[in-house]
């Protein structure tokens, strides 16, 4: 079974225009495979992580007896002796850990290569963060990340509050987005929320969420080797550019100052300047050479969604950054698959869409739909009740205010108000019952009943109301204003006792 990452390669050079038999001699597999791999999506097949050497936690200990040239079974002594985790293991297993360990260590020991990218190939991305001057002699610490086309030298840099890997994302799209399109490749330097370590051959263990993400988009992603300086140094060299070109020796009066100035910053450094590695403006070879070779776009910050598999609690909710969302109560104990979107939180279940929420901003808030509990209502009556004040109480205000009253004039016969008002939600809409509950309470009428009466002769009553007003501003036998007014001199006389 192919790794991710083969996969990913495999399909990499296939979008540029390699043979599959020159595919099959550089990954060393057979035609066959070449061409299943490239029909079939990149993420398919999926491997158990692997659990483990029981060699794996000598790792460091072995590298460091392997630079003072001692022996395999010197090593396998040391570790037998070792105070704090003696090694129980077989003698054999220690070797073959030690040999490759050996030789991923005089690999990284190889000589350098430069080699200069393709228009469209691959994009450099890195996160930053700075401590900002700002004026009154206010500091803090800023996040910012970074992007930029090997190719054409074009930049795109982003202010954020936090690095995230909803964050990280999110700024990717962006930065596709800006650029027009999808590169083949996008390398990073090791971010924890891209890779959670190397398994023993040294592939990458991707983040899943962020692999799936990845396919999604179709670009390969790469990582910065930490004993390859020419491509670490590349990446984090972007990060000093910022620092260095843009931060350095700047004050700005706001964060908002500061974005302003920052996209004043990328404009010249884009479309004014000419960059000295291609002695062109990074726009002109964006749009004359890269443009083209750039994959369409399939999502886009508005509309992607956050890839996450989560577990629906006994309570029939799944959570997620510390609120909850609810699902059909069938799906209890179920796996589902979560897509998180700026907005909207999307449930699905076997390919089927079974929720769908306004996305919380807070912080430990229930989201619920009471029909996703019907299945309980029978048994749990007073359940139904709860869920559906709270469904209405989280309506705009003319409507959570008229039903708060309603309940507080009716504690212990809520119930019939309650579910009659939220079959008024359902039947009518939202709308149609916030004018309702706001005629009602004009005229101080707080219950179901006046709600439904005002609903079949709303416009009769109001008729009647207007006419009881015009009644009321044409009764007669009231003095005349002039009459009621008094001069000063005797208003005082009155209130001090002094007769009118």
């Not at 930053?128 to 500091?139: L, M, P, V």
């Not at 750039?294 to 997620?320: C, F, I, M, W």
């Not at 916030?434 to 079949?456: F, M, P, Q, S, T």
């Amino acid at each position: 079974m192919l790794h991710q990452v083969e996969r990913s390669y495999i399909k990499l050079l296939g979008k540029n225009g390699v043979s599959q038999k020159e595919i099959a001699r550089r990954t060393n597999h057979t035609r066959k495979t070449i061409r299943r791999v490239l029909k079939e999506p990149t993420d398919k097949e999926y491997r158990r992580k692997d659990m483990g050497s029981i060699v794996d936690k000598y790792v460091e200990d072995i590298k460091r007896w392997i630079k003072q040239d001692l022996t395999v079974k010197r090593m396998l002594e040391k570790a037998r002796e070792d105070e704090d985790k003696p090694y129980q293991g077989g003698k054999t297993i220690f070797y073959d850990r030690v040999k490759k360990i050996r030789e991923e260590m005089e690999a990284a020991e190889d000589a350098v290569v430069r080699f200069e990218t393709l228009p469209g190939e691959q994009l450099q991305v890195d996160w930053g963060e700075a401590t900002i001057d700002y004026d009154r002699g206010q500091t803090r610490k800023e996040y910012f990340f970074a992007a930029r086309m090997s190719y054409s030298r074009y930049t795109y840099v982003e202010l954020r509050e936090d690095m995230k890997l909803e964050t990280l994302i999110n700024c990717l799209l962006h930065t596709f987005e800006d650029l027009g399109g999808v590169p083949l490749s996008v390398t990073f330097d090791n971010m924890k929320t891209v890779v959670t370590g190397r398994d023993e051959k040294g592939y990458p263990d991707w983040n899943d969420t962020f692999f799936k993400f990845a396919t999604e988009l179709d670009f390969h992603p790469t990582l910065c080797s930490p004993r390859q300086p020419n491509q670490k140094g590349s990446v984090e060299n972007l990060v000093r550019y910022v620092k260095n070109n843009f931060l350095a020796g700047r004050c700005f009066q706001t964060r908002d100052d500061l974005k302003d100035r920052l996209a004043e910053w990328l404009t010249e450094v884009n479309e004014e300047r000419t960059s000295r590695a291609t002695e062109e403006i990074p726009v002109k070879l964006l749009e004359e050479r890269e443009l083209e070779k750039l994959q369409p776009l399939k999502a886009t910050s508005d509309n992607y969604g956050l890839l996450r598999y989560l577990t629906v609690t006994r309570e029939g909710t799944v959570h997620y950054q510390t609120n909850e969302y609810s699902v059909p109560v069938e799906l209890i104990g179920k796996t589902v698959e979560t897509r998180i979107h700026p907005d909207r939180v999307r449930i699905y279940h076997e390919n089927d869409l079974v929720a769908d929420h306004p996305r919380s901003s807070g912080r430990k808030e229930r989201v619920r739909e009471p029909d996703h509990y019907e299945h309980t209502f029978k048994k749990k009556p007073r359940a139904q009740v709860m869920l559906y004040r709270e469904k209405l109480l989280s309506l705009n205000h003319g409507i959570s205010d008229y039903v708060e009253k309603v309940v507080r004039k009716n504690v212990a016969n809520q119930r019939p108000h309650v579910v009659g008002i939220y079959d008024l939600l359902e039947e009518h809409g939202k709308e149609k019952l916030a004018e309702l509950c706001r005629k009602c309470a004009d005229r101080n009428l707080y219950g179901i009943d006046y709600l439904k009466v005002y609903l079949e002769d709303g416009d009769k009553l109001e008729a009647e109301r207007t006419d009881n007003q015009q009644e009321e501003l044409t009764l007669t036998g009231l003095p005349d204003q002039g009459e009621v007014n008094r001069d000063m001199e005797t208003y005082e006389r009155l209130v001090q006792g002094g007769g009118s």
